[in-house]
């Protein structure tokens, strides 16, 4: 079994960063594909990003490419998304999930199916 529990959320004005932290406990992070979904209200949830376990590869939404990167720390049990240039748009509530299945390729990685394990999420307020 695995607990994610995500953190750094707010409240902030477009044009600001955020740094998001999701931290895994009852198993190795370490063997874990990890990824970020988001979801607005009145929206399905969205792939955001996903990193492989050795941090070899990395994904991006087209809609964050460029603004967001994905990062994990192992020996921490920590995964991060730093947000820049946040927008109105990025506005969401913010979820970690974890798969011990790998990273092979966008199209799997896209998918909520594909992950084992969620947090509880974390609200990200972008302010115009």
């Known amino acids: 079994q695995v607990k994610l529990v995500e953190s750094g959320g707010g409240v902030v004005q477009a044009g600001a960063s955020l740094r998001l932290s999701c931290e895994a406990s009852?198993?190795?992070?370490?063997?874990?594909?990890m990824g970020w979904f988001r979801q607005a209200p009145g929206k399905e949830r969205e792939f955001v990003a996903a990193?492989?376990?050795?941090?070899?590869?990395?994904y991006n939404a087209d809609s964050v490419k460029g603004r967001f990167t994905i990062s994990r720390d192992n020996a921490k049990n920590t995964v991060y998304l730093q947000m820049n240039s946040l927008n109105h748009e990025d506005t969401a509530v913010y979820y970690c999930?974890?798969?011990?299945?790998?990273?092979?390729?966008?199209?799997?990685?896209?998918?909520?199916?594909?992950?084992?394990?969620w947090g509880q999420g974390t609200q990200v307020t972008v302010s115009s």
């Open positions: 999930a974890a798969s011990p299945r790998g990273a092979p390729s966008m199209a799997v990685v896209v998918s909520i199916h594909h992950y084992d394990y």
């Open positions: 009852g198993r190795i992070l370490s063997r874990l594909a």
């Open positions: 990193i492989s376990w050795s941090a070899d590869m990395t």
